[in-house]
């Protein structure tokens, strides 16, 4: 008897990733996703990454603007394209219709420069708040939203590091080789001594209570006799020897 054979090609069974799903970090980005590695913060969306990638643009703008140098090669470049575009109002103009075709609107904001906000931003990834005000010492997250976040990240990924290290793998195999040996003692004793599950995890657990057997107290031997402390009046005058005569 021949077995029959299925033409269509089975769909392969998807990967199973040893990390938990995770949030996207991107402010705005609500995509939760499968991390492929421990230290991926954010999900395979292109509009996404693209997203990622002009902030971090940005931010290396604002980090460089902010160099003494280069803010005075801005300051002459803006210069020199005043005048250069005075001279040309200056120059008569010949006639209104123009050989090639207009400039389109949408190059006039190529430029990476935020008009709306020149100053600091958050250091949360997607965000272009600038951080909130702090008296004590400089603010770097527009929120307690934002600081959680990156909070949140950056233990996971120092966790990670550490579980990576020497010592920290032979920690985690010490705690895995307890808790093997644990589950099989819970496992094992209770089929052995037919006792239960809570004496099997506890074995120096508290037994129950028993009243003690009713024994006599034992006082001794000493004996005491009542017609010593107490006697008869009667008695007491009859036994008496009687006075003589006078």
Not at 171 to 186: G, L, P, Y
Request: net charge positive.
């Amino acid at each position: 008897m021949e077995c029959k054979q299925s033409s269509i090609a089975k769909a392969a069974a998807p990967r199973k990733s040893r990390f938990p799903a995770r949030d996207c970090l991107r402010k705005g980005c609500r995509c939760r996703f499968t991390p492929t590695s421990g230290s991926q913060r954010y999900c395979q969306d292109p509009d996404c990454l693209r997203e990622v990638r002009r902030w971090h643009a940005s931010r290396r703008q604002r980090v460089r603007r902010q160099r003494l140098e280069v803010r005075k090669a801005e300051a002459a470049a803006s210069r020199e394209r005043r005048i250069r575009r005075s001279r040309i109002a200056q120059v008569p103009r010949v006639s209104t219709e123009s050989v090639l075709p207009a400039a389109s609107t949408a190059l006039s904001g190529a430029s990476s420069r935020n008009t709306g906000n020149l100053g600091p931003i958050c250091d949360r990834v997607g965000c272009y708040e600038p951080p909130r005000t702090a008296y004590r010492c400089s603010s770097r997250y527009c929120s307690q939203e934002c600081h959680a976040a990156m909070r949140r990240v950056r233990d996971r990924e120092r966790k990670l590091l550490w579980r990576s290290s020497f010592v920290g793998q032979m920690k985690c195999d010490a705690e895995a080789q307890k808790r093997r040996t644990a589950q099989r003692v819970a496992t094992s004793l209770p089929r052995s001594t037919g006792l239960d599950a809570d004496t099997a995890t506890t074995p120096d657990g508290v037994q129950p209570y028993r009243s003690p057997a009713e024994t006599p107290v034992v006082c001794g031997d000493r004996k005491e006799k009542v017609s010593n402390d107490v006697q008869d009046p009667e008695e007491a005058v009859a036994s008496r020897p009687r006075p003589p005569p006078t």
